[in-house]
T-cell receptor, first 117, second 109 residues
Framework: DTEVTQTPKHLVMGMTNKKSLKCEQHMGHRAMYWYKQKAKKPPELMFVYSYEKLSINESVPSRFSPECPNSSLLNLHLHALQPEDSALYLC????????????????FGPGTRLTVT | SQQGEEDPQALSIQEGENATMNCSYK?????LQWYRQNSGRGLVHLIL?????REKHSGRLRVTLDTSKKSSSLLITASRAADTASYFC?????????FGKGTSLLVTP
């Protein structure tokens, strides 16, 4: 099974709401990622988890809170978002990366299209 | 983090023609990867080339890497309408991937 699943597919939320994005993989990958992608732009790395521990946080605002409850699941908790946070949020997984080591092929989910009103 | 520059930004060709897109980067890399993205969906990994490799093939795809010029190219031969997508190069840096700005490819029947 080489599939990464993400739920929900679409999410509309107000600026005062709290919501969560979910990602799941069953490939035994021990590295999982969150990316943000705006229209016609490349994906921007947000967070990297390696062996269920946060290893990279690309200076993401605290209104985005990641969580990795186990090796198969990755959540992104959202609170007090701004309209400019509207984007496609992509989850990916791969073999774990050694510090400063080469990146492996990443498997991406289909994304959650988030709209903040 | 480094972001690659890809050119062209957009490319329109007819079915059966070849499509070439280029990627340039700034710092040393461990490997370089190419991904395809259809209509704002998830990315699909196409090919990975290591820093000590110069050329790699996968089906209709051919990737070259010139580390002295810090550049890579992706060639899609005999293109099909289904190849219409955005293509991104991704540089393997400090344990993560940094994506280039992408090339939007349109293949018309």
């Amino acid at each position: 099974d080489t599939e990464v699943t993400q739920t929900p597919k679409h999410l509309v939320m107000g600026m005062t709401n709290k919501k969560s994005l979910k990602c799941e993989q069953h490939m035994g990958h021990r590295a999982m990622y969150w990316y943000k992608q705006k229209a016609k732009k490349p994906p921007e790395l947000m967070f990297v988890y390696s062996y269920e521990k946060l290893s990279i946080n690309e200076s993401v605002p605290s209104r985005f809170s990641p969580e990795c409850p186990n090796s198969s699941l990755l959540n992104l908790h959202l609170h007090a978002l701004q309209p400019e946070d509207s984007a496609l949020y992509l989850c990916a997984s791969s073999q774990p990366i050694l510090s400063q080591g080469p990146a492996y092929e990443q498997y991406f989910g289909p994304g959650t299209r988030l709209t903040v009103t | 983090s480094q972001q690659g520059e890809e050119d062209p930004q957009a490319l329109s060709i007819q079915e059966g023609e070849n499509a070439t897109m280029n990627c340039s980067y700034k710092t040393s890399i461990n490997n370089l990867q190419w991904y395809r993205q259809n209509s704002g969906r998830g990315l699909v990994h196409l090919i990975l080339i290591r820093s000590n490799e110069r050329e790699k093939h996968s089906g209709r795809l051919r990737v070259t890497l010139d580390t002295s010029k810090k550049s890579s190219s992706l060639l899609i031969t005999a293109s099909r309408a289904a190849d219409t997508a955005s293509y991104f190069c991704a540089m393997s840096g400090r344990g993560a991937l940094n994506f280039g700005k992408g090339t939007s490819l349109l293949v018309t029947p």
